[in-house]
């Protein structure tokens, strides 16, 4: 065989030629040496030599006349619309449209030649494989094969492929897909998909008699995703029918309102205002987050529009006087800082505060003093509701159990004996006894609670039976190691006696479950984890440390928590806020996030020596003792009022509204968040204006009172 330079210098010589003779010699070679290569050649030749652009058309079109019956024939037809896609060039678009040749692959070459050669019926007859194909092609730089692409589209002959133009229309929002629909009359089988179609290509007469009350279309929004949310809601701009806003906010819209996104929200108010539709936008001032309320009021504040009633009119004053000083900023979100706790209230009583507790099912406090005297006091009606008096030592140590019985344990500086007693029927009755000081006293169960004393023994008492479920001793030869303090896991599983170790005990067997001997400074206050998996620790030298319950030991994580001027009395966890609360003798309680371990803030309590700290079993409050016989009362949920500013109005409680007025009643806030927490207010106070929860709702009596607690 000669060498494929000199073919191709022969051939040339055969094209030049140009007869008849010579395009029937290119054939034969074509067909009797397997020589597609030959054609391929001379289609180069075509589209790299202009002055061979004639003989080349005329060669290629002879050629396929000749090679319509061989095998290789639509190899080569293939070959040229994939090089006139590629080139557009005219000569190669003759020889195709002039003899209706057609590719059959790939499947967008197979579309567009049937569209460019006038068979576009061939594509009408195809299943939904064909529809991506011809939308390609309705955007194809060809008018005429875009036109037929767009009257195929229109012409589909079987339902899975008009249900495609369907599909395509609404979940991508083609313009083409939707023009072809609406041409073709096309509609989804599926009811709540051909609801949202109509809805979507503006059909509304289609729409309004397949969906006239909207059911379709809000189901179809409940669950759909953000897409075609977004499409709907933009439609619902376009139109601007405040009927349609029940898809988004349902048939009450202030129902709905608490899981609407700032889109949906933005457009209820936009067409609410459109429509002067006020009534309506004047109630969901009362449901919208704050920032949201603060536009609906100003838009109807420039309305010039009066409310009906007196009530609402004296409401949409002040809310509106809130709003209009320099100072408001319906911005301002959860970046307002309040300080954790506020107090609320003050009690001097006779004689030093030694320990508190708080009732779990009414608002008192129960007081042990240092002049042998117990009181309940209703900080609610700041009102003594019971006191005991004539004890034989000065109370240490006071709790209640779950169900409301209230025990109190003397302390001594000696080793005369000390009694536990617990409040049944109308009087004070002794549980136990133990010589020298009770140090510690956790209930578990609505009638067990542990005990430890100073005599280096710690038991597990039913007080409903009372007798000793359990017993541990600290198995120790100097007489200086006895329990300093006690706490309880929340969950009531383990009990750590503070000594001049720790000891974690399981309950109720009071087995030994952890150690950690001759901690590096003596610890009086101590709470468990959340999880139960580790203590924080409060010492006498102020340092506040964590231990992590690794096996049978106990490891102190590196580095303190925080350090406090002086002794550490007390630590506690508010685990619904995921805070950690440790006060200091100094006077400071300092409030850390646990969950990173970043301080918050923290709180000064008036008095000479902070002695004791409690917090309230629903972690709403917090109470301290002084020893300068005082005992103040701390408001914790301004803690909760930040985030308040990005919830729903309408998924506010009236527990929220309590929180907001302990932060208002502070005022020590800026001016701007002074502004912010009275419009919350307003509002609020306004939502649960007839919810009679608020009057059940546990508050504390604003002011510095006198409690005479006779010793």
Same mark, same amino acid.
């Given at each position: ?22 395009? %029937?010699? #290119? ?8 020589? %597609? ?8 030749? !075509? ?42 060039? !005219? ?6 449209v002039s003899g209706r040749y057609v590719a059959d692959q ?93 809805? #979507? ?98 838009? #109807? ?22 709003? %209009? ?77 779950? %169900? ?26 002794? #549980? ?39 017993? !541990? ?25 503070? !000594? ?70 007390g630590v506690k966890f508010l685990n619904k806020r995921s ?133």
């Open positions: 065989m000669i060498g494929a330079w000199w073919r191709k210098r022969a051939l040339r010589a055969l094209i030049e030629d140009s007869g008849s003779d010579a395009i %029937s010699a #290119l054939t034969e070679a074509i067909v009797s040496e397997g020589g %597609s290569w030959i054609f391929r050649e001379i289609l180069t030749l !075509h589209l790299q030599e202009e002055h061979f652009a004639d003989l080349t058309t005329r060669s290629l079109t002879e050629i396929l006349g000749n090679l319509k019956n061989d095998l290789r024939f639509q190899s080569l037809v293939n070959d040229v619309w994939a090089k006139w896609r590629e080139t557009k060039d !005219h000569g190669l678009e003759h020889i195709l790939p499947e967008i070459l197979h579309a567009l030649s049937c569209l460019k050669t006038g068979q576009r019926k061939r594509l009408e007859g195809a299943g939904q494989e064909i529809v991506p194909h011809l939308l390609v092609a309705a955007k194809f730089n060809d008018k005429f094969i875009a036109d037929e692409s767009c009257r195929a589209l229109a012409n589909l002959k079987r339902a899975d492929a008009r249900e495609e133009v369907c599909r395509i229309a609404i979940e991508k929002g083609s313009e083409v897909a939707r023009d072809a629909a609406i041409n073709g009359k096309y509609a989804p089988r599926d009811e709540k998909q051909r609801a949202l179609f109509f809805f #979507l290509t503006e059909q509304w007469q289609r729409y309004e008699a397949l969906d006239f009350d909207r059911r379709l279309l809000l189901e179809i929004y409940e669950t759909a995703n953000t897409t075609i949310r977004k499409q709907i809601t933009d439609k619902m701009r376009i139109a601007g029918r405040t009927d349609f806003l029940t898809v988004i906010a349902g048939h009450d819209l202030r129902k709905k309102t608490g899981g609407m996104t700032p889109d949906e929200t933005s457009l209820l108010i936009q067409m609410l205002e459109s429509n002067r539709e006020w009534p309506k936008l004047w109630e969901l001032v009362f449901e919208l987050p704050f920032a949201w309320s603060a536009r609906a009021l100003g838009i #109807l504040v420039r309305s010039g529009w009066k409310q009906e009633t007196d009530q609402d009119r004296a409401v949409f004053e002040t809310l509106a006087g809130i709003a %209009s000083r320099t100072e408001f900023n319906s911005q301002i979100g959860s970046s307002l800082v309040l300080p954790p706790a506020v107090m609320q209230s003050s009690a001097r009583i006779l004689g030093r505060i030694n320990s508190v507790a708080f009732s779990p099912n009414r608002p008192a406090l129960a007081i042990g003093t240092g002049n042998r005297s117990l009181g309940l006091w209703n900080f609610q009606t700041n009102s003594l509701d019971a006191q005991w008096r004539g004890f034989g030592h000065s109370l240490g140590r006071v709790a209640f159990m779950a %169900s409301g019985t209230l025990l109190c344990a003397e302390r001594t500086n000696g080793w005369g004996q000390c009694a536990v007693y617990y409040y049944s029927g109308n009087e004070m009755q002794p #549980l136990t006894q133990h010589f020298g000081s009770i140090t510690g006293i956790e209930p578990i169960s609505d009638s067990e609670v542990v005990i430890s004393g100073r005599d280096q023994k710690t038991r597990l008492w039913n007080v409903n039976q009372g007798v000793i479920s359990a017993e !541990h001793e600290i198995d120790d030869d100097f007489d200086d190691d006895w329990p300093r303090g006690l706490c309880v896991s929340t969950r009531g599983k383990k009990a750590a006696l503070l !000594h001049r170790g720790i000891t974690v005990l399981s309950l109720p067997s009071l087995q030994v479950a952890a150690s950690y001997p001759y901690a590096n400074g003596i610890s009086r206050s101590a709470c468990f984890f959340p999880d139960d998996g580790g203590l924080v620790v409060g010492k006498v030298n102020g340092e506040v440390t964590a231990l992590r319950q690794s096996g049978d030991s106990l490891r102190p994580d590196r580095g303190a928590l925080y350090r406090h001027a002086k002794e550490v009395k805070i950690l609360v440790t006060a200091g003798a100094e006077g400071s309680v300092q409030f850390t996030s646990w969950t990173n371990r970043m301080q918050i803030g923290s709180v000064s309590v008036p008095g000479q020596r902070l002695t004791s700290i409690e917090v309230s079993p629903d972690e709403d409050f917090m109470a301290v003792g002084d020893s300068d016989a005082s005992v103040s009362l701390w408001d914790l949920r301004v803690m909760d009022v930040p985030a308040l500013f990005a919830l729903p109005f309408s998924k506010a409680t009236p527990a929220h509204l309590a929180a907001v007025r302990a932060a208002v009643s502070d005022g020590a806030s800026s001016d701007g968040a002074s502004c912010a927490l009275q419009y919350l207010e307003c509002v609020l106070k306004y939502r649960f204006r007839y919810d009679i929860e608020i009057d059940e709702l546990w508050s504390i009596k604003r002011g510095d009172f006198d409690i005479e607690i006779e010793g």
